[in-house]
């Protein structure tokens, strides 16, 4: 066989492997969402591990979830990374940006890049560029008539999403959409105010845990979620249950670790 061809079947079967390996993770996520449904599910962990996901799956800098309250405000309940938490909450207070015309419209709202696009959303587009993305995509959270939220994706770089990836970003909104709803309505008409309210709390209680974790080790707070939510998982425990045990000192913070070196330190 002739080098050109023994390269060219090399590259297709690495692309075969590539595409597997995709399949099968896609494949995990669901079953992994779909088993959080059926044991005690608990909003703020179930849309952390949506947004981290999503972020994975779709190869998108960071992803989050913004949800209406039953007043018709809107509340960011789960960000990827602080400085997608951050634009998101300046979307919100601003009422400006791809996010929120999807929750109005009930429709996929896309912004390949920002630096041509983004005078759509002048504020928007500037805080964006602040927090390092120049691309923003926003797919509606819905079932039927009723847009309960928006399933936002963040880029670092300019580009579009492909239509494979927005029908596995649209298919992964609508998982979630069915989550909240069926669980509202297995709680027997509690309302969605008591869902968003405890998901804020564990919000605020995980947000301090990330202060002292942070000032502790000298991470970054994105660095101290990362190893509340791997510490966490790790030895099976709630991120809010394990944030708590923080803030009370209950939980030796030096067993609290993330992977690599710390801020500051230089890799060997």
């Not at 099968?24 to 959080?36: E, G």
């Not at 929120?100 to 805080?127: E, N, Q, Y």
């Amino acid at each position: 066989m002739k080098a050109p061809a023994r390269r060219l079947l090399i590259t297709d079967k690495s692309r075969a492997l590539s595409a597997t390996s995709r399949e099968r993770r896609v494949s995990r996520t669901f079953v992994t969402l779909a088993d959080s449904l059926v044991g005690d599910f608990e909003i703020a962990e179930f849309l952390d591990l949506l947004t981290t996901r999503t972020a994975e799956l779709l190869s998108v800098g960071a992803s989050g979830v913004i949800l209406r309250a039953p007043d018709g405000n809107l509340e960011v309940l789960s960000s990827t990374s602080r400085q997608a938490d951050l634009l998101e909450q300046f979307a919100v207070q601003v009422d400006s940006g791809p996010c929120i015309d999807c929750v109005r419209t009930g429709m996929p709202v896309s912004c390949a890049d920002l630096a041509t696009d983004g005078p759509r959303w002048p504020r928007f587009t500037a805080a964006a560029r602040e927090c390092g993305f120049s691309s923003a995509h926003a797919i509606p959270m819905r079932l039927r008539k009723e847009v309960i939220g928006v399933l936002s994706l963040l880029g670092t770089e300019p580009g579009a999403l492909d239509d494979e990836r927005l029908a596995l970003g649209q298919a992964l909104a609508d998982v979630a959409t069915i989550a909240i709803l069926q669980h509202r309505a297995i709680e027997h008409g509690q309302q969605l105010s008591t869902q968003l309210q405890t998901a804020l709390d564990s919000r605020v209680v995980i947000e301090q845990a990330k202060g002292i974790l942070a000032q502790h080790g000298s991470l970054t707070m994105d660095e101290a979620f990362t190893a509340l939510r791997d510490h966490a998982r790790s030895h099976s425990q709630r991120l809010a249950t394990l944030a708590t045990s923080v803030i009370a000192g209950e939980t030796d913070l030096d067993t609290i670790r993330i992977p690599g070196p710390r801020r500051g330190e230089r890799r060997p």
